[in-house]
């Protein structure tokens, strides 16, 4: 009897160490899965993450860009209403930027001033809009073959640059004129368009009339 007893706590035994191995072999697995799993989920939940601000950012990159169209849109546009018209300057700008504009709704109305805006530098326009385009009253020359427009509301002036030397032309008897008393936008009678001043020569206090073909 004690010998069938000592029998079958050897086979306990026995039977031990062949269940206890497998019991333990589960008990890795289950750890290994469960690491896996949180390794898994950590990976998971970085790819989410770069996802969602890849997302993010090209969520912000589209809606700048939109606010940049719809900041070139809306300054052409009102150019456009105003019916305005690009002075050109090879001197400066060589774009539709940085650059001044005059403005007739009806160049046929003799009566109808001519007014006159600069349109501030590309990057301004792109984040400013319309709030880059400004009406000038003054223009003033000077002997560097500069321009200098002020503001109609006072914040300030901008300086463009134009023919100097032997090339100025009408340019060098801009003393403080002011744009809309003193030039209109006249339409030729072959076609096109002129700027015509009338100007003051300071050397005898005469006033004379100047075209300038620059549209």
Same mark, same amino acid.
């Given at each position: 009897m004690l010998f069938?007893?000592?029998?079958?706590? %050897? $086979? $306990?035994?026995i039977g031990g160490g062949v269940v206890l191995p497998v019991a333990m072999s589960q008990s890795g697995s289950s750890k290994n899965l469960q690491e896996s799993a949180r390794e898994s989920a950590q990976a998971l939940g970085g790819t989410i993450n770069r996802l969602v601000g890849s997302l993010v950012e090209t969520g912000r990159r589209e809606r700048a860009k939109y606010q940049e169209n719809s900041n070139f849109s809306a300054v052409f546009k009102e150019l456009d209403d105003k019916n305005c /018209?690009?002075? /050109?300057?090879?001197? %400066?700008?060589?774009?539709?930027f940085h650059a001044l504009y005059a403005c007739k709704k009806n160049k046929k109305d003799k009566n109808e001033k001519t007014s006159f805006?600069?349109? %501030? $530098?590309?990057?301004?326009?792109k984040e400013m809009g319309r709030g880059s385009l400004k009406e000038i009253t003054t223009a003033e020359y000077s002997d560097d073959g500069q321009v200098f427009f002020n503001f109609k509301d006072g914040s300030g002036r901008i300086s463009i640059s134009v023919a100097k030397g032997e090339e100025k032309g009408g340019w060098t008897y801009f003393n403080n004129v002011n744009l809309s008393d003193k030039c209109q936008i006249e339409t030729k009678m072959l076609g096109g368009d002129d700027l015509r001043c009338e100007l003051v020569d300071s050397s005898n206090n005469k006033a004379f009339y100047y075209n300038f073909a620059i549209f």
């Amino acid at each position: 009897m004690l010998f069938i007893v000592k029998a079958l706590l %050897g $086979a $306990a035994t026995i039977g031990g160490g062949v269940v206890l191995p497998v019991a333990m072999s589960q008990s890795g697995s289950s750890k290994n899965l469960q690491e896996s799993a949180r390794e898994s989920a950590q990976a998971l939940g970085g790819t989410i993450n770069r996802l969602v601000g890849s997302l993010v950012e090209t969520g912000r990159r589209e809606r700048a860009k939109y606010q940049e169209n719809s900041n070139f849109s809306a300054v052409f546009k009102e150019l456009d209403d105003k019916n305005c /018209q690009l002075v /050109q300057n090879p001197a %400066g700008s060589r774009d539709d930027f940085h650059a001044l504009y005059a403005c007739k709704k009806n160049k046929k109305d003799k009566n109808e001033k001519t007014s006159f805006y600069y349109l %501030g $530098a590309r990057d301004s326009v792109k984040e400013m809009g319309r709030g880059s385009l400004k009406e000038i009253t003054t223009a003033e020359y000077s002997d560097d073959g500069q321009v200098f427009f002020n503001f109609k509301d006072g914040s300030g002036r901008i300086s463009i640059s134009v023919a100097k030397g032997e090339e100025k032309g009408g340019w060098t008897y801009f003393n403080n004129v002011n744009l809309s008393d003193k030039c209109q936008i006249e339409t030729k009678m072959l076609g096109g368009d002129d700027l015509r001043c009338e100007l003051v020569d300071s050397s005898n206090n005469k006033a004379f009339y100047y075209n300038f073909a620059i549209f």
